[in-house]
């Protein structure tokens, strides 16, 4: 567990999904716009794996020409970050049975995407090593929403150096 930059991981996998994308015409996105680093504590492989699953979800089961945005919020103590598409969404009796491994909807439709019914096993998984867990949100025909909570990390390279900053304007 170490200090990682969320965004800039969430931007490296925009670009490893860059192909997929372009032939559906997808468009990713990361939110606010204003937004620089973002850093939470976490392990940064298994990181880079929960946000390729739920990334790579979205573009997969999203529409032609849709959007992906990857968004986050930061609290006092934790940031919430959310991956959400505009796609079909997903019906409300399988919400809770898409984290079971092996577990795909509409198997004719999934078999046609390609997959194996582990990534969102992989990312439970993950998240509860991590202290946390993934929630679902998701509409009929206007998209879904995966999100979860990591600690923020206070200690970060860009922040490390704004108390330094304030030592030297009180004794100038
Ligand atoms: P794998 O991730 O192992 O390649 P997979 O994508 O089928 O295979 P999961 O990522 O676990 O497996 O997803 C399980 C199922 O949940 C998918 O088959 C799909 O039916 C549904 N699903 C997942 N994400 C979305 C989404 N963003 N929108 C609609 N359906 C989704
Ligand atoms: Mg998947």
């Given at each position: 567990i170490a200090p990682i930059?969320?965004?800039?991981?969430?931007?490296?996998?925009?670009?490893?999904?860059?192909?997929?994308?372009?032939?559906?015409?997808?468009?990713?996105?990361?939110?606010p716009d204003e937004l620089a680093e973002v850093w939470v504590l976490a392990d940064a492989d298994r990181m880079e794996q929960v946000m390729l699953n739920l990334i790579e979800n979205a573009v997969k089961y999203g529409n032609e020409g849709g959007k992906v945005i990857v968004h986050f919020s930061e609290?006092?103590?934790f940031v919430e970050i959310a991956v959400r598409d505009n796609g079909p969404g997903i019906p409300h009796e399988h919400l809770n049975r898409i984290f079971e491994r092996f577990y795909r909807i509409d198997k004719s439709r999934s078999k046609e995407i390609g997959g194996t019914g582990l990534g969102l096993a992989i990312v439970k998984h993950i998240l509860n090593a991590h202290d946390t867990k993934i929630a679902v949100m998701s509409k009929p025909e206007k998209g879904t929403t995966f999100s979860f909570k990591l600690e923020k990390a206070y200690i970060s390279p860009a922040s490390e150096s704004i108390p330094e900053a304030a030592a030297t304007q009180a004794n100038p």
């Amino acid at each position: 567990i170490a200090p990682i930059d969320i965004r800039l991981l969430a931007l490296n996998i925009f670009s490893r999904l860059e192909n997929i994308a372009k032939d559906k015409d997808v468009t990713f996105k990361v939110k606010p716009d204003e937004l620089a680093e973002v850093w939470v504590l976490a392990d940064a492989d298994r990181m880079e794996q929960v946000m390729l699953n739920l990334i790579e979800n979205a573009v997969k089961y999203g529409n032609e020409g849709g959007k992906v945005i990857v968004h986050f919020s930061e609290g006092k103590k934790f940031v919430e970050i959310a991956v959400r598409d505009n796609g079909p969404g997903i019906p409300h009796e399988h919400l809770n049975r898409i984290f079971e491994r092996f577990y795909r909807i509409d198997k004719s439709r999934s078999k046609e995407i390609g997959g194996t019914g582990l990534g969102l096993a992989i990312v439970k998984h993950i998240l509860n090593a991590h202290d946390t867990k993934i929630a679902v949100m998701s509409k009929p025909e206007k998209g879904t929403t995966f999100s979860f909570k990591l600690e923020k990390a206070y200690i970060s390279p860009a922040s490390e150096s704004i108390p330094e900053a304030a030592a030297t304007q009180a004794n100038p």
